[in-house]
């Protein structure tokens, strides 16, 4: 049997408390999206982001379902979760303790090219979403702890800067695009018509019209595609643009009816199970 030290101990130990979330974003990496939080009983709804979704979890544990692949995570593990995918999370019993970091595909481009001093051509990608990496998970709580902190620029930049290269160095790949087949463009008519009229009530047989496919194809293809329903798709797409809106100073009580729930709070519940965090905190940064 391995020895542990105390400190991994403490980290497999499940958490006590009350859930906490600290959002924020930082201007040292051109306004990212930063959290910290401790979930016991949130359950995040599917879903996905329009950046990638990169961190670890600190302490207790998680089971999320990426890609339809069930996993659980706990402490040494890392999430890089590429935009677009879809993916939800339930706590263990115990709940978890976890730091994410939301860089947008620019930004980490750039990162990378500024580390390696060679233009990066192609779209960085990460081809497993869930991984046991210890010693990199030990280096993303550092560089997170020190932006969370206010650290100078300068130690926390380098931190951050070096912990992402290491990331994609070590686990990134190649986005591989997927032959294009009949079945495949339909749903994907399915969901760019979502896409365009998230604003508006759309029923199962108008969108189905759209693909060309009978009602119930158009549900088992569409999950089959994307791991989610076209229902939860669209409101999944309206929380996007939600956010949107809300980093752009929106009051929440117009957001909910521009983005088509049908008032403040069924916005607010459909926002926190897939942030963690309510319409007015994710604004209020």
Same mark, same amino acid.
């Given at each position: ?24 974003? $930082? ?44 996993? !659980? ?75 969370? !902190? ?12 070096? @912990? ?12 591989? @695009? ?6 495949? !463009? ?23 019209? @759209? ?51 049908? $008032? ?12 963690? @965090? ?8």
């Amino acid at each position: 049997m391995d020895n542990i030290s105390q400190e991994q101990a403490t980290e497999a130990m499940p958490l006590s408390g009350a859930e906490t979330t600290r959002f924020w974003r $930082d201007s040292r990496f051109g306004g990212m999206e930063c959290l910290s939080a401790t979930f016991l009983t949130h359950e995040f709804a599917p879903h996905a982001h329009e950046t990638f979704s990169i961190g670890a979890i600190e302490s207790g544990s998680q089971i999320a379902t990426i890609r339809g692949t069930r996993e !659980s995570s706990g402490p040494g593990d890392l999430y890089l979760i590429n935009p677009g995918e879809i993916h939800d999370g339930v706590p263990v019993q115990g709940g978890y303790r976890y730091r994410m970091i939301y860089p947008d595909t620019s930004l980490f481009r750039e990162i990378l090219e500024d580390v390696t001093g060679r233009t990066f051509s192609g779209m960085p990608a990460f081809g497993k979403q869930i991984l046991h990496d210890p010693r990199l998970a030990e280096a993303f709580y550092d560089a997170h702890r020190a932006l969370e !902190s206010g650290a100078g620029a300068l130690e926390t930049c380098q931190g951050m800067f070096l @912990v992402l290269e290491a990331m994609f160095r070590h686990h990134g790949s190649s986005i591989i @695009v997927p032959i294009d087949t009949q079945e495949r !463009s339909a749903v994907q008519r399915a969901r760019d018509y979502l896409m365009e009229n998230y604003a508006f009530d759309v029923g199962l047989e108008e969108l189905a019209a @759209v693909a060309g496919l009978s009602r119930a194809h158009l549900i088992r293809a569409f999950r089959k595609e994307f791991h989610i329903t076209p229902h939860a798709f669209l409101t999944d797409i309206r929380i996007r643009v939600a956010r949107r809106k809300l980093q752009a100073g929106g009051q929440p009580a117009e957001i909910a009816l521009e983005c088509g729930f049908a $008032d403040q709070a069924h916005f607010t519940r459909h926002f926190k199970a897939r942030t963690g @965090v309510t319409p007015g905190q994710y604004r209020a940064r």
